[in-house]
């Protein structure tokens, strides 16, 4: 096999790959955008008072943590059109991404928020300071710290689902790769290329968790 | 108009039982499998061998760094040019395996090393051989710690099976695939198939919770 890896196929198509690089980065990107926001939410919803809001937030971790990214994707990509709703393909799949981690963010928020002494609730609530103001300048300060590591972790799960969007053919890594292996017909170059490329982005990830965990552990001595 | 789907759907339903069958069948058996290699590598990697814990390190990081769906095309595309022809069942029961290999292989090397010191010497100074250690001293603790992570890990693998119709494995996702070429109704054949996944899901979600809470309420009690 590895006498006949072409080299110089890869570079012929590595402007492809370069792109699909950034639109993989784009992709992931607004996702774990998308899913920071909706953790948030669906966060607050959970823990908040309200019943009713609360139940809603967790019938969707739970559906959403019981079923495959895949489904959910094709449940949106041939779902919305049949509710008369018309999206491109990548805000299909941006969306399917921000629902999916969206749920785990919250669950890694909960976490991080669950992680607070309640003392420093009760000394918050006693400041006069209200429900909003609380989360905002006592709890998710503090709660940073212990979601970090974890969300960068998401972070990774993240870069890796978005290449389930290729399945709608989105152009993404894994699409160039499909997309090399249909014109040449050499599936070790392309997906090979692809996994490097992957791998790029999770070793910094990696790196960038080290680092994280490293600093964080500086600012508490 | 519906009616008419939904009664189509239900006409269809014994072709869903089937894909979910194999659905069961590919995770079952890449879970088996999969604990049972995990084990062996997370006993190694949390050994102190010199050679064979980096090299399983370094794998490891290759299979959670990269997408499961590029390394099942990978194992789909590439094993045909080396001269070992698969058929789409095994290719997506060896790629899951190695995926849950590495999975399983993380959780159990950190129960391992949660276990102190001092009991593995303690196991030394009563006579007991590696094996013997291994089998009344270390493993039984360190349980505590791998279980709850473990059915989780699971969850997510039988989540993740569903990726194995992109090569053609006829699971339940591949036959959602299929109907909804034919019933172009997307929110009530993707909603079937995710209810399906969510029947098995779902319990284990709550058996990891259950778990992580019966076991952490005997780590507290120790520790006072």
Not at chain 2, 57 to 81: H, K, M, N, Y
Request: aromatic residues 12%; proline residues 4%.
């Amino acid at each position: 096999m590895l006498e006949t890896f072409n080299f110089r196929v890869i570079l012929e198509y590595m402007p492809l790959f370069l792109s699909c690089f950034f639109a993989t980065l784009w992709l992931s990107g607004a996702g774990l955008i998308g899913s920071f926001v909706m953790g948030i939410i669906a966060c607050g919803m959970r823990i908040g008072r309200f019943k009713l809001l609360s139940r809603i937030a967790y019938v969707y971790i739970e559906s959403i943590r019981s079923t495959p990214l895949l489904v959910q994707l094709f449940f949106f990509y041939f779902g919305l059109p049949s509710l008369g709703l018309r999206m491109s393909e990548a805000s299909t799949g941006i969306l399917a991404l921000t629902l999916n981690s969206g749920a785990y963010m919250a669950e890694i928020i909960r976490a991080g928020v669950q992680s607070i002494p309640h003392g420093q609730v009760e000394a918050a609530v006693s400041s006069g300071l209200n429900y909003f103001q609380r989360m905002r300048c006592v709890i998710l300060p503090q709660a940073i710290g212990v979601t970090l590591p974890p969300m960068l972790g998401q972070a990774i799960v993240l870069v890796k689902d978005s290449a389930l969007l290729s399945l709608i053919s989105l152009p993404e890594l894994t699409r160039a790769g499909q997309i090399m292996t249909s014109e040449r017909f050499m599936p070790a170059e392309g997906f090979l290329t692809s996994a490097v490329f992957y791998l790029v982005i999770y070793y910094f990830l990696k790196w960038l968790t080290h680092w994280s965990q490293r600093r964080l552990i500086y600012m508490q001595t | 108009m519906w009616g008419f789907y939904i009664e189509q759907l239900i006409h269809s339903l014994p072709f869903f039982l089937k894909g979910l069958w194999m659905t069961i069948a590919v995770s079952g058996l890449s879970l088996l499998a999969g604990t049972v290699i995990g084990f062996i590598w997370g006993i190694v990697r949390a050994s102190r061998s010199r050679f064979a814990k980096p090299l399983i390190g370094a794998w490891v990081d290759v299979i959670r760094g990269t997408p499961f769906l590029v390394q099942i095309f990978i194992i789909f595309f590439l094993f045909p040019e080396i001269g070992i022809q698969l058929e789409a069942f095994p290719a997506a029961v060896i790629a899951l395996t190695n995926l849950a290999a590495c999975f399983i292989c993380e959780i159990v090397a950190a129960g391992i090393l949660s276990v102190p010191l001092g009991q593995k010497e303690a196991a030394t100074s009563t006579g007991l051989n590696w094996f013997q250690q291994l089998r009344y001293v270390i493993m039984p603790q360190s349980m505590r710690v791998v279980l709850p992570p473990l059915v989780g890990q699971y969850v997510l693998l039988i989540k993740d099976s569903s990726v194995v119709s992109a090569i053609g494995v006829s699971d339940v996702t591949r036959v959602g695939w299929l109907t909804v070429q034919r019933i172009p109704q997307g929110l009530l054949v993707f909603g079937l198939v995710a209810v399906l996944y969510f029947v098995i899901c779902y319990p284990l979600i709550q058996l990891s919770n259950r778990l992580e809470k019966r076991m952490s309420v005997g780590y507290t009690r120790g520790k006072e």
